[in-house]
C-alpha cells in the first residue's frame, strides 16, 4: 500500500513538474494580410503619379494629428469601411494607411476581395521610421465667445 501511495506521489510530482516546465500561452497574433507591405521607395514611386492614386487612412482623427498623415487621403475609420465602399474610385490605384499595418492590411484584403486595384498597405510610423516624412496637421483652438461684431453684421443683414 505504500509503495502504491510513493508510486502516485511520483506520478503526480512528474506529471506538475511537466505542467510547469511548459511555457506559457502567448496570445496568437493576428492574421498577416494577403496585400503587400510598401517599402517606403515603393510608396513614394506611387505618390509620383498623384493623379492615379488614392490614399485611404483608416487611423482616427486624433492618431492623425498626434503623429502625422499625408497631403491628401480620404479617411474612413476601419469599422465603416464595407458601409462606404462606394464612394471609392475602383479606377485608382489603393493604398490603405494605418499606424503600423494591421488595420490598413485587413482593409486591403477587403477592398481586393472587393475588385478594387490595390497596390497594397503602408504603416505610418513604419513609413517615417524608413526616413519618410508625415504631414503633420495643427488642430485650430476651439471658438470661445460670440461672434464679433464684423461677423454678426453680414448674418443680420441676410435675414432682412
Same mark, same amino acid.
Given at each position: 500500500?505504500?509503495?502504491?501511495?510513493?508510486?502516485?506521489?511520483a506520478?503526480?510530482?512528474?506529471?506538475?513538474?511537466?505542467?510547469?516546465?511548459?511555457?506559457a500561452?502567448?496570445?496568437?497574433a493576428?492574421?498577416?494580410?494577403?496585400?503587400h507591405?510598401?517599402?517606403?521607395a515603393?510608396?513614394? /514611386?506611387?505618390?509620383?503619379?498623384?493623379?492615379?492614386?488614392?490614399?485611404?487612412?483608416?487611423?482616427r482623427?486624433?492618431?492623425?494629428? $498626434?503623429?502625422?498623415?499625408?497631403?491628401?487621403?480620404?479617411?474612413? +475609420?476601419? +469599422?465603416?469601411?464595407? +458601409? $462606404?465602399?462606394?464612394?471609392?474610385?475602383?479606377?485608382?490605384?489603393?493604398?490603405?494607411?494605418?499606424?503600423? *499595418?494591421a488595420?490598413?492590411?485587413?482593409?486591403?484584403?477587403?477592398?481586393?476581395a472587393?475588385?478594387?486595384?490595390?497596390?497594397?498597405?503602408?504603416?505610418a510610423?513604419t513609413y517615417?521610421?524608413?526616413?519618410?516624412?508625415?504631414?503633420?496637421?495643427?488642430?485650430?483652438?476651439p $471658438?470661445?465667445?460670440?461672434?464679433t *461684431?464684423?461677423a454678426? *453684421?453680414p448674418?443680420? /443683414?441676410?435675414?432682412?
Open positions: 500500500m505504500m509503495l502504491k501511495r510513493l508510486l502516485i506521489l506520478a503526480a510530482s512528474s506529471a506538475m513538474s511537466a505542467f510547469a516546465a511548459e511555457p500561452a502567448v496570445p496568437a493576428p492574421p498577416k494580410a494577403l496585400a507591405e510598401l517599402t517606403r515603393e510608396f513614394e /514611386q506611387l505618390l509620383a503619379r498623384p493623379n492615379e492614386l488614392l490614399i485611404i487612412d483608416l487611423r482623427p486624433d492618431e492623425l494629428t $498626434r503623429i502625422g498623415g499625408f497631403p491628401v487621403y480620404l479617411s474612413i +475609420q476601419s +469599422q465603416d469601411l464595407e +458601409q $462606404r465602399l462606394d464612394w471609392i474610385p475602383k479606377g485608382r490605384t489603393i493604398v490603405t494607411v494605418s499606424n503600423h *499595418a488595420r490598413s492590411g485587413r482593409a486591403a484584403d477587403l477592398l481586393t472587393k475588385g478594387f486595384k490595390v497596390a497594397g498597405l503602408l504603416g510610423q517615417e521610421e524608413q526616413g519618410g516624412k508625415l504631414t503633420r496637421v495643427e488642430v485650430p483652438p $471658438r470661445t465667445g460670440t461672434p *461684431a464684423a454678426a *453684421a448674418a443680420a /443683414q441676410a435675414r432682412k
